[in-house]
């Protein structure tokens, strides 16, 4: 028996973790779209503080230790529940006995910037939090010293005590 699990998060995390303790054996698949172990999203804004180990909260290993089948960087476009089938966006075809569907939520965040200072090709001014991927490329900007402001919209309890890290380097404004 296959049991193919979409989404690396927490509720896909827990899924795989819960099968093997309550002494499942057969195969395991776990698909992600990103390109990384499976982490815990609502713990992002720790990255810039405490380092990339506190979001990998079951260890990077975690699909190892669990004898899971981890698909990173592979994206699910289509299930075809009747076929028992499931479509990659490289257009692979996967079987599975019985599948989860543990996706989480997207960021749609339509912005307007009347922004007079042209952006170079590649160049983005705006950026996500919902994402390992998301978190890189702010860091890299960081690091690089490209970045000498930052406001934090919409943040929630979890960035108050990040953001003045970052302030430590940068200006940082958190409007809550």
Known sequence: MRVVI???GPAGVTAAE???TEGFRDEIVLFSGEDSPPYAPAVLASFFEKGDEVIYWKGRDFCQRYDVTCRRAEWVDAVRPKDKMLITRKGEQVSYDK???ATGSTLYAPIACHCTE???PGQQRFYNFKSMSAALQIQE???RGEVNNAVVVGAGLHWYGDCPDIGRRRRCRNSG
Do not use: D
């Open 6 to 8: 979409i989404g690396s």
């Open 18 to 20: 819960t099968l093997r």
């Open 99 to 101: 599948l989860i569907i």
């Open 118 to 120: 042209p952006l170079e």
């Open 141 to 143: 900007r960081i690091r």
